[in-house]
Every structure is written in C-alpha cells, then in structure tokens.
C-alpha cells in the first residue's frame, strides 16, 4: 500500500507552548488511520497541519506527496474534513449548504446537484433538505457535516472527534456509514478519545500524550502487546487487598495496576482466566472482560484526569 | 527565500478569483432574507427626510444654506452617502464577526481550496455590494421626494460601492481584532456615529470650530458626501478626484490590513 500522509519529525509550537514534540508517522493510502489521546494531546492540532490551516513550525508534513506548506490549495481539494465543532451555515437550508460548499470546491452546478442528491440519500437527509439547520438533531447535523465532508469525493476524511454528543443510535449510525466510506477505499484520518470508536474504526492509531507519540499499531496488537488478553477488575480493600497484591507479583503472566479501591489484574497466558479466579476466589467484587484499548491508553497516558 | 519566509512564519496573503464564492455565499444568504433586509434602507432615510427634512428644514432659513438650497435639498447627497456606509459596516462589523465567531462560517471555508485572504476580500465585496443595494433603495426614495437634480446621480450606486468598499474595509480591519461582539460597540459609537453626525450631512462644516473643521478633512465620509454633493447637484470638479484618491487609498490600506491581520487572527 502507498503513503499519502508522511511527517517526519512534525512540530508545532505555539508562543513557547509546544503542542506537537517532534512526531513521526505515515498514513497509507484507503486505511483508517487513528489519533488517540487525552486532551491536549496534540491530535487537533496534527490535522489542523495536515488540513494547511495552521502552518507547520518545523519539520516535513506531505499530503499526497505534496509539501503542505507550498500548495495548500491542492491538498485542501484533495481532503474532506469533518470538524469537531459544528461549523454548518445556519442561514442555509440542508440542501444549500452542500451546495454553496461544493462551490468552494469549484464543482460545476450539475455535478454538484447529482453528488448532492446521491449523499441526501446515502445519509438519509432527503425528507430534510429544506429545512433550516436549527431544525436538525445533533445526530443529523453530524450526517449531514460528514456529508459535506465528502461532496467534493476526497481521497482523504478528516474525522476529529465524529460521535462526540452523539446518542448510542446515532454513533452507531455514524460508524456504519464510515465503515462503508471505507469499504469504498477513503483514507480516513479518526481522531478520537472514544476507544471503542477507535476499536471499531481503526486499522492502525497511534497513541498521543502531552504532544508526542507513545506507541503505534492495530488496535488488537496494541491491546496484546500492552495489556495481555484478559482483565479483572477487583474491589478489594485491607488484608485482602495486600494478599492479592502478594500473589499476583508471584505469578508470571500476570500483571497489577491499582486506581483507587480498584485492582486491575491483566493476563497474556491462555490460562490467564484460570489464575486470577484462584487469586481472587474470596472476592465477590469482581469483573472479568477482554482487555480493550481503553486499558492500553489508560495504562499509557495515565490514569490521572488531565487537564 | 521560501525557507526564510517560513521560518518567519510569513505568508504573502494569497487572493484568488474564489474570493467570489464567498461572495456568492452571502448573496445566497441575502436572497433568502432580502425582504426582511430590504426594510431598513427604505425605511430609515424615509423618516430622516420626513423629520429632518421636512420637519426640521421648515425651520431652517435658505439663506443659510450654500447655493441657496431648500434644507431637504441640502442633506439629500448626504443621506445617500452615509446610511450604505452604515450598511457596509455593519455587515463587515457585526455581520462578519457573527459568522467568524459564532457560526464558525470562516473556519469551515477556509477547509476548502478557498484561503482566509479570499474569504476576507469576499466578505469586503460583499459589504461593498450590501452598500450598493442600500443606495439604490435610498436613490428611489430620494427621487420620489424629487430631490436629484442631475443624470449624474446615476452614478451614485457606482460611487456607493467605491466608498462601501471603503468603509468595509475599515470595520473588518477592526473586526479582526475585536475580542467580543460587544467591543464593536466602540468602533460604531466613536467611528461611525460621528461620521454620521458630523460628516458633513445635516449642516455645511463651516459651522464646527476651526480645529474640528482640519480633523473632518481625515474623516473619509466628509469626501464621500462632497463627491455625492457632486453627483446629485451636477457639479463634479476637479477637487472631487482628490476625495476618490483619498477614499482609494484609505481603502487599499485598510483592505491590506484586513487581509493581514485576520490571516493572524485564524492560521495559527
């Protein structure tokens, strides 16, 4: 598969706060590529560079093979981008603001009607098209961005943050719709703080803190190399705490992490299951699930609240 | 070179012919409006000349008067100068402001192939034409008090989009660096309320004290209204291609600054 995002050593800094620490990665052409991390982690501002709205303080950043510093433009009409703010024109009908979008883009009338009519339909927006902005749920004023995000058929989609406020209903519905935009081969770029989006989305992320990135890889590798296979979250206070606590650190393949009154115990081995059951066998406290990315990013970055 | 530039993080504005897409942007949003829109600059030179003109005009004795005008006669050329200005400042002064920063509208055009330089010069031209559409409402009611006594006045819408060109200029420039909506409120209380007022519309300046006489000279509307004066009396000169020069070039400098100064405000 080819590269169409490479950044090799990508800063930005911003008045003596760096945002972007010197990053490294490369995007290949029809996956879907992931930015995790907390807030403030520096993913926003890595696609704001990759969409040349803010310029790149050191290092190289090509899109399409193409400097983004030296022709904005052309990376600009090669990308569709889906902002985590709504951005819509409230003074436009559904309708009108993909028309007066695909403008921006130079498409000829006809065309744009067609593309237009096509993606009412795709996102189910048909019943809608003339009606105000206001009148849309945030659910539909997200299908409708991604909408617009599309018209001009980018070879890249720009997702920063797409099922943030969302309902279950309506995140679902957004992730089948990006899951059959990248059946038919558009690259997406997917920054998100939902692990489960990422699990679900992703065919390779990278994990970002305070500016840089710690790891990179799929979402399963990820969750092996990082967390093993399975968890067992345990609610265990005085003596019985300390005693797991002993035996877990006798036994390998099995490791500790402590938050507060919670013990998660993470195993790699097939028998994993087996041994955290005889070391928390007195506990009725108990939770076992498959390890997931969460647990990786939380293991990472910390379990603290970053602000 | 390029290098240098980049590493100043200099980047020469960089305007295209899509500055008419957010031109056309605005104008489709007018022609959804236009009705609602339409009432102002038919309504409000409307009751200026019922009150002023006629009401207060009654008491107001010829002779006073340069050209031995009726005073309805008087402020005519300058009602058609200052209500476009109003219009194109307030659409490059709350107008834009309100699609910069509560509906985003700037930041999700510049994600297309469109730049903030076009968006910037866009929104100037629009203001321009919002001027424009102002004077050709405020031309008819003009005329139907029978107050335009020269074909020159045909001209004024063209001379509407010159000085809105101007005046939107001027309000995005401070717009770019306003910090709220409300901080606009200096720009129109002690810019352009006083241009109004004071601009030469309601009374010949002679009558201000010297001091205030030299300081209406920088103020652009006085050479708005004297070339209006101009066109509705028919009797254009050469000092007026001294006012156009000096509406040229606070336009042009204010435009750059406009282009500069937003490009810093949203490409960080």
Not at chain 1, 5 to 30: E, H, M, P, W
Not at chain 1, 116 to 136: G, H, R, T, W
Not at chain 1, 174 to 193: A, I, N, P, S
Not at chain 1, 288 to 299: G, H, I, S, T
Request: net charge negative; aromatic share 10%.
């Amino acid at each position: 598969m080819t590269e169409i995002i490479r950044a090799r050593n990508l800063v930005k800094r911003y008045d003596g706060f760096t945002a972007v620490d010197g990053i490294d990665f490369s995007v290949r052409k029809g996956e879907c590529f992931g930015f995790l991390g907390p807030n403030g982690a520096g993913k926003t501002t890595t696609v704001r560079m990759i969409s040349c709205v803010s310029p790149v303080t050191e290092g190289e950043l090509a899109v399409d093979g193409v400097d983004v510093w030296r022709e904005p433009r052309r990376i600009k009409s090669i990308l569709g981008v889906v902002p985590q703010e709504d951005n819509l024109d409230p003074d436009l009908s559904v309708r009108q603001n993909l028309a007066v979008y695909a403008r921006y883009f130079d498409m000829p009338r006809e065309l744009a009607d067609q593309r237009i009519d096509e993606s009412l339909v795709l996102f189910q927006l048909v019943d809608k098209q003339n009606e105000p902005i206001a009148a849309l749920s945030t659910g539909l004023k997200r299908r409708l961005t991604i909408a617009r995000g599309l018209i001009n058929q980018p070879k890249i989609l720009v997702l920063d943050e797409p099922t943030t406020g969302l309902d279950p209903q309506a995140r679902h519905m957004v992730w089948q719709k990006l899951r059959y935009l990248k059946e038919q081969g558009v690259t997406m770029l997917l920054c998100t703080h939902y692990m489960e989006e990422a699990a679900h989305l992703c065919d390779r992320l990278v994990i970002m803190h305070q500016g840089r990135i710690l790891v990179e890889g799929s979402p399963a590798e990820l969750v092996e190399e990082y967390v093993g296979r399975e968890v067992a979250e345990v609610q265990a206070s005085g003596r019985q705490r300390e005693r797991i606590l002993t035996d877990v650190a006798s036994r390998t393949g099995l490791t500790v992490e402590e938050v507060e009154d919670i013990i998660y115990i993470h195993t790699r081995t097939p028998d994993g299951r087996a041994q955290m059951a005889d070391l928390i066998r007195d506990s009725d406290k108990v939770v076992y699930r498959p390890a997931n990315l969460e647990d990786v990013f939380l293991r990472l970055t910390g379990r603290g609240l970053i602000e | 070179m390029t290098i240098a530039l980049r590493r100043l993080a200099i980047r020469l504005p960089d305007v295209s012919y899509r500055a008419y897409r957010v031109w056309q942007r605005n104008r489709d949003v007018y022609l959804r409006l236009w009705k609602a829109e339409a009432i102002w600059p038919l309504a409000e030179p409307l009751i200026t000349l019922l009150a002023l003109g006629v009401g207060l005009g009654g008491l107001v004795s010829r002779s006073e008067l340069p050209g031995d005008q009726r005073y309805i006669e008087f402020i005519a050329p300058g009602i058609l100068a200052v209500f476009p200005m109003w219009t194109a400042a307030a659409e490059c002064g709350w107008g834009s402001f309100f699609r910069m920063e509560n509906q985003r509208t700037y930041h999700a055009i510049i994600a297309t192939p469109v730049s903030i330089e076009d968006v910037i010069t866009g929104e100037i031209l629009w203001g321009a034409t919002r001027g424009l559409i102002s004077s050709v409402y405020i031309l008819a009611v003009t005329a139907a008090f029978g107050l335009l006594n020269s074909p020159l006045a045909l001209l004024v819408p063209v001379a509407a989009y010159v000085s809105s060109f101007m005046f939107a200029s001027v309000s995005l420039s401070y717009t770019s660096i306003a910090r709220s909506i409300s901080s606009l409120n200096y720009f129109f209380a002690l810019f352009v309320t006083p241009q109004f007022w004071l601009g030469g519309v309601f009374f010949p300046l002679e009558r201000l004290p010297e001091e205030l006489q030299v300081a209406s000279w920088f103020v652009p509307a006085t050479h708005v209204v004297d070339i209006y004066r101009g066109l509705v009396e028919g009797n254009l000169n050469l000092g007026h291609l001294g006012d156009l020069a000096w509406i040229a070039v606070v336009g042009a400098v204010f435009y750059y600054l406009a282009l500069v100064s937003m490009q810093r405000r949203l490409i960080q």
